[in-house]
């Protein structure tokens, strides 16, 4: 079975300074991985997604994440953060086909003016 | 705005109770999908209904059950809640009812049983 896991569950960088946030998936198969962004008090929305083309992947928002097969990580980037930055991040894995998203336990970024 | 609505918002209630908590998914989508966050477990998969029909399932107490109407709406009931269950239940859509990870959320229902 497919599994994620997110190092840090909460990481604080200040306004303009780099945002890395750090994911490690485990699967048997080639994985599909996803970055999720949880705002307060709303539900979950894709950041952006890995599914076996460019490794370098770029979503929403300025970020990026790169799948690097042999670290088995997935981390999320983003050159400059911005106040509007702060909220939960996710990063998520599946296979093709039935099998469920399944998410890290979340990382919670704060950005410091 | 991701298009799924979840009703209700918030919800409070008593141990040994039983709650319903209904899901819209975007227009068109077929696949309705309901997942548990809590602190100490993070976002857990409890089940998917793809087009009425039931395509998988996770860490869903026997308590719980959901269904998928015609209508595509999905309601999951929970019973004899225990005080354990007090999570944000959040309902989420896609189009197709293979995984391709780009699920749309609703912004929850938060449960809470005391």
């Known amino acids: 079975a497919q599994s994620v896991t997110q190092l840090g569950s909460h990481v604080s960088v200040s306004e303009g300074a780099l945002v890395l946030l750090r994911c490690n998936y485990s699967s048997s198969v080639p994985p599909y991985l996803f970055w999720y962004v949880q705002y307060p008090n709303q539900g979950l929305q894709l950041l952006l997604k890995y599914t076996s083309a460019a490794t370098l992947v770029k979503g929403i928002n300025g970020f990026e994440a790169e799948f690097k097969k042999s670290e088995t990580s997935f981390h999320l980037t983003k050159p400059s953060a911005h106040m509007s930055d702060a909220a939960e991040y996710f990063c998520?894995?599946?296979?093709?086909?039935?099998?469920?998203?399944?998410f890290g336990k979340g990382t919670r970024l704060s950005v410091i003016a | 705005d991701s298009g799924v609505t979840q009703t209700p918002k918030h919800l409070i209630t008593a141990t040994g109770q039983r709650v319903t908590l209904r899901c819209s998914p975007r227009?068109?989508?077929?696949?309705v999908y309901w997942y548990q966050q809590s602190l100490d477990q993070g976002l857990q998969f409890l089940i998917q209904y793809y087009n009425g029909e039931e395509r998988a399932k996770g860490n869903i107490l026997e308590r719980f059950s959901a269904q998928q109407f015609p209508d595509l709406h999905s309601e999951l009931n929970l019973s004899s809640l225990e005080l354990g269950d007090s999570a944000l239940y959040f309902c989420?859509?896609?189009?197709?009812?293979?995984?391709?990870?780009?699920?749309?959320f609703g912004e929850g229902s938060r449960l809470t049983v005391l």
């Open positions: 998520a894995v599946s296979v093709w086909g039935n099998t469920p998203l399944v």
């Open positions: 989420a859509s896609s189009v197709l009812g293979m995984n391709t990870g780009e699920l749309f």
């Open positions: 227009s068109g989508d077929l696949s």
